[in-house]
Each structure stands twice: as C-alpha cells, then as structure tokens.
C-alpha cells in the first residue's frame, strides 16, 4: 500500500510538470522598446517674456531711460534631432510674434520712451540627454528680433530695425507617443544694441534688449 501511494504521487509529480511550465512561460513580462529621438520634427510654442530695453540719445539733448519689458508670445519651430545611445544632438529653428513692451520716462514728466518687440527668432544647435521618452537639452544660438524704439512728447516718433544677437536656454521635452512631444523651456536672449536715426524734434539714439522667456511647446515627429 505504501508502494503505490508513492508510485501515484511521483505520477502526479510527473504529469503536472509541463503545465506549471507553460504557465510560467505565459506570465514572463515583456519589455517595451524605447522611445528613439531620431527624427524631424515641426509645432508651435507659446510663453511669457520679460526683460529691459536701455536707451540713450548720441546727439542733441542727452537722455538715457531703461524700459522695463513684459508680454506674451506665440509662434512655430522645427527642428532636427539623432539620438546616439542616450546622446541626442540636432538643431533647430523658431520665430514668435510678440506683445513684449515697455515704456519709461526720459528727461522729464511728459516725454515717453518706449520699446516694443514685435517679433523675435532665432537658429540654435540643441544636445541633450534622453532616458526613453525625457528628453533633458540644452540649447544656443543666434537670434534676431524686430525692435521697434519710439518716443511721445509734443509729438510722437517711432522707427523699427532688425536687431541680431544671441541666445542661450534649457529645457525638457516628454513623448506622449511615437509622434507628438510636450515640453517647457527657459531662453535668455541678448538682442545686442542698434541706432536708430531721429526725426524732426527727436534725437538719434542707440538701444539694446534683453529678454528672458519661459515658454510651453508643442511638436510633431515626421
């Protein structure tokens, strides 16, 4: 009797092994693949600046004011991105339509100076590091802008010129899918300092902006 107890439990052993096997093989988890930055990309952005606009006159009665500047803007970008193990290099290109202003007193109560960014962009080599779908980058580059100077006394002036400089920034993109990116970034720009001629009762004067921005965006992988 106890022989054949044994004997049928070494069966039951025996037989219930393939199935635990192939029980085991079905629960093993399977490891996603990861996100690949390589690729183009195009979207829109949208933010807030803020910064300050010095002015100072070069001829005539000497003024100098330095408008402080806020306001928002919107625009588009493209760009292009390889990612090498966890590397991701690329470049990229944006241009924003803007309601950054500001406006000051210079010389006196009723003679206003003021200082509005109509527009600004800029081309920028872009590098960071991606772990799956974060995206962590640093960004530069050269930027340009169209800086409208004008003045309100008895009369009113305004002139716009394009002004070049740089910029410098950070961000952090996230892929929601294969195909669309979210992320936020912070830029700082130096618009560098450009004259402007007068007119009539106003005086030639030279000004220069800085801007900082923080910004939401938006893209679509190709």
Known sequence: MYRLVVASAGLLAALSLPAFA???????????????????????????????????????????????????????????LWQFDQAVIGAEADLSYSSIDGKAEAGGPGNVVGTDIRWFGSVNAKAGYARDRLLVYGVGGIAF???????????AFSDTRTNVGWTLGAGVDYALTDKFVVGAQYRYYDFGTEHYDGSGDFVDRDQGVKLNTVGINLSYKF
Do not use: C, K
């Not at 169209?146 to 006394?153: H, I, P």
């Open 145 to 155: 802008a169209g800086v409208e100077s004008s003045q309100n006394a008895a009369t």
């Open 22 to 80: 192939a029980d085991a093989t079905v629960d093993v988890p399977m490891t996603a693949p990861g996100i690949d930055w390589t690729g183009y990309y195009a979207g829109l952005q949208a933010g807030y600046g803020w910064g300050r606009s010095d002015i100072s006159a070069t001829d005539g009665g000497p003024f100098s004011a330095s408008p402080d500047l806020a306001g928002g803007f919107v625009g588009g970008h493209v760009a292009g």
